[in-house]
């Protein structure tokens, strides 16, 4: 592994192979930290997560019409294991020249790297990564598992070379819902009933327990906005396009189509008093970023 190309040299003296993964320590010990070590390092837990998160068709069209091709670039998947990003768009955008992962897991890691990630354990939030070496860097439904999620937004962009990109996706528009309070109530609601069918991480009262505790931002009243998006990216040279969406959309997104929001979410929507087809009321936000080529 070429470390000395992308490992930033301050990290060097505190960098050790565990298990093949070169690790860094981990200085934020927070609770959401932990779970998602334990979380996507279960050995069943991440497989079944590997197999059906991130990998239906509007996912791959959505993000194939944003990225393109990745062969011949250098790209960098933060918050990446088990490795769903690459697993379910290999067949479209090819071998990248170098595809890092990072993430807290080791045993995320450890799967990640099965699928052709050169897997790096650290914190997000301090990336022992250099400045401006990546063509595009990902994060997707990562920066709500993370605790600081602007320190992790800029950490990610400085990794962006001029005239490379970034782009994140998944994480929850702070506006879906107009009554936090209401809301509160309805989302969680949509627990019990993901546990009686199973749903793909609450398959078991431990599972669904781990689950939930990975995820630090995901909860009405919390998530990202375009000014959190703008007020970190623009003043390091990026124009930012943003596409606030419904998850059931593809490269239509490009013409800023959101999709449709499931029925249920519809329906809570209502009872809070946020219009579902409103710019305001999609699920998510998706954002691309290229930066400037002029520093």
Known sequence: MQTATYIDPKFLETAKWEDNILSFPIQNTSHSLTANSYYFGHPEWARSYLAVVHRDRN????????????QDKVVVDIGCAPGNVYASLRDRVGVPKLLLGVDVSPGGLAIARELGYEPILADAQALPLQSGFADLVVLNAALHHCDDMAKMLSEAARLVRPGGMLVTDQDLQQTMWRNRWIASAIWNLRLPIYRLLKRGGHSTAEEQYWCQATEAHHIPGDGVTAAFFCNILEPMGFTVNLYPHNMSVGAEILQNER??????????Q????????????ALVMMCVARRSLVA
């Open 270 to 281: 209502r009872l809070t008093g946020r219009d579902p087809h409103s710019i305001e009321g």
């Open 259 to 268: 999709g449709k929001q499931s029925w249920n979410i519809r329906l809570a």
């Open 59 to 70: 996912f791959q069209d959505r993000w194939f019409a944003v990225t393109g091709r990745w």
